[in-house]
Structure formats: C-alpha cells, structure tokens
C-alpha cells in the first residue's frame, strides 16, 4: 500500500525524465489525471493517456527541448499526508516568480496557482513544478 500516491507520481516522472526515457507509466487515479492535465497545459509534457484495462495507468509522454533537456526542471512536493499545507487566495505562493506553477485542489478542483488567484479561491497546495 503506498502512502503517498502524489509524491510516487512525481517521483517516477522526475526518474525517467533523468534518465532520458520518452514515456512513463504510473498507476491511474482521477487526482493523477487532473495533474497530469495540467502537465499538459503547462506544456511540461507532451500528451497523457489513460490506460483503464487491468488495474488501470496513466501512459506520460514527457517532453524535451534542443540536447534533450527535459522540460521539467524540478518538482517539489509541497502538502504531504502527514503534514497539510492549506492557503487561502490571497497566500497562494508563487513559483519562481511566475515561471513555475503551483498545482493545488480546490473545492473547486484541481488547478493552476494562476487560475486559483483568478477565481478566488484557496485550497491545499499539492506540489510546485518549475
């Protein structure tokens, strides 16, 4: 049983994206799928798919730039099961000064930083990627 099915999911994509790996594969859960939908529209990664035979995963295609360099510089867990990290709208940090996003689950569900200021809302900050 894993305690921490967020910090795994970051894990296995910071893993293959430094070992060069065109795609990886997590275990399918709809937190994961609105995370990685956000990957997406961020441009982190280049597409997703969901696999919904067996068990279920998620097939991440990742994204690199000229050298292959990844386009995911760092991934930071930020909430974690043992320690909530919840802020309202206005105490919404920013990452890197606008060049990173923070994801965060909402009453509203999961979105951007930017988009959480926009509507107003707080949440728990799940994890910053830059």
């Not at 296995?12 to 937190?31: M, V």
């Not at 529209?41 to 998620?58: K, L, N, P, Q």
């Not at 386009?71 to 802020?87: D, E, L, N």
């Amino acid at each position: 049983m894993m305690t921490d099915p967020i910090a795994d999911m970051l894990a296995r994509i910071r893993n293959a994206s430094l070992a060069r790996q065109d795609r990886t594969s997590i275990p399918h859960s709809k937190l994961k799928v609105s995370i990685a939908e956000i990957l997406k529209a961020e441009g982190f990664i280049d597409d997703y798919a969901v696999d919904e035979t067996g068990h279920g995963s998620i097939q991440l295609e990742l994204k690199y730039g000229r050298d292959r360099e990844s386009a995911i510089a760092g991934m930071k867990r930020k909430s974690r099961p043992g320690r909530r990290i919840y802020v309202g709208y206005r105490d919404i940090p920013t990452v890197l000064n606008g060049l990173g996003v923070a994801i965060m689950s909402t009453s509203r569900g999961v979105m951007t930083d930017r988009t959480a200021r926009e509507q107003q809302v707080g949440g728990e900050v799940l994890c910053e990627v830059w």
